[in-house]
T-cell receptor, first 113, second 112 residues
Framework: DVKVTQSSRYLVKRTGEKVFLECVQD?????MFWYRQDPGLGLRLIYFSYDVKMKEKGDIPEGYSVSREKKERFSLILESASTNQTSMYLC????????????FGSGTRLTVV | DQQVKQNSPSLSVQEGRISILNCDYTNSMFDYFLWYKKYPAEGPTFLIS?????DKNEDGRFTVFLNKSAKHLSLHIVPSQPGDSAVYFCAPTNFGNEKLTFGTGTRLTIIP
């Protein structure tokens, strides 16, 4: 059963902490994405990656960075967590060129206090 | 600047009736449209899609309609079942574009 796995289901962090959210996929997908989901705003793209060591900014990259050292792993980094980054974070992956849509992980609910 | 809007944040429908979820977009370059369904504590899952060369696509109880001139699409679920209670997102894109732009979502509740 192919899947996208996010390392934590729930996280509570303090303001100013550096936070790492990890995502691993086992489908050999080229593309990986980080979204956040907030009520009334839907899913907004933070960063995405088309290949190892490649990254591109999405619609709301401020306050975030990413790392993709291996094809299967895409990490989202909050350099200095703030309360407005409290959200549900969703990782997704897709196969290039087929436009069949994404496979999502189950999400990480991050609370910054 | 919200390119994709689902104007009903929530919708309640009686079991067995038709559920209609709407989605409006502004980018005329979109030519492929997907719908995703999301249960609490799970990631969204792909439901159904439609290409701009069609105006209707059907898959079992789910039908998506596309009106390109109005930049509007809708998802019909009939008959609605309790397991359909979820948040639904439309996600337009272009063929060849790896990114999806998601709508704001509609929370559908099916009342038994």
């Amino acid at each position: 059963d192919v899947k996208v796995t996010q390392s934590s289901r729930y996280l509570v962090k303090r303001t100013g902490e550096k936070v790492f959210l990890e995502c691993v996929q086992d489908m050999d997908h080229e593309n990986m994405f980080w979204y956040r989901q907030d009520p009334g705003l839907g899913l907004r793209l933070i960063y995405f990656s088309y290949d190892v060591k490649m990254k591109e900014k999405g619609d709301i990259p401020e306050g975030y960075s990413v790392s993709r050292e291996k094809k299967e792993r895409f990490s989202l980094i909050l350099e200095s967590a703030s309360t407005n980054q409290t959200s549900m974070y969703l990782c997704a992956s897709s196969l290039s060129g087929l436009n069949y849509g994404y496979t999502f992980g189950s999400g990480t609910r991050l609370t910054v206090v | 600047d919200q390119q994709v809007k689902q104007n009903s944040p929530s919708l309640s429908v009686q079991e067995g009736r038709i559920s209609i979820l709407n989605c409006d977009y502004t980018n005329s370059m979109f030519d492929y449209f997907l719908w995703y369904k999301k249960y609490p504590a799970e990631g969204p899952t792909f439901l159904i899609s439609i290409s701009s060369i069609k105006d209707k696509n059907e898959d079992g109880r789910f039908t998506v309609f596309l009106n390109k001139s109005a930049k509007h699409l809708s998802l019909h679920i009939v008959p609605s079942q309790p397991g359909d209670s979820a948040v639904y997102f439309c996600a337009p894109t272009n063929f060849g574009n790896e990114k999806l732009t998601f709508g704001t979502g509609t929370r559908l509740t099916i009342i038994p």
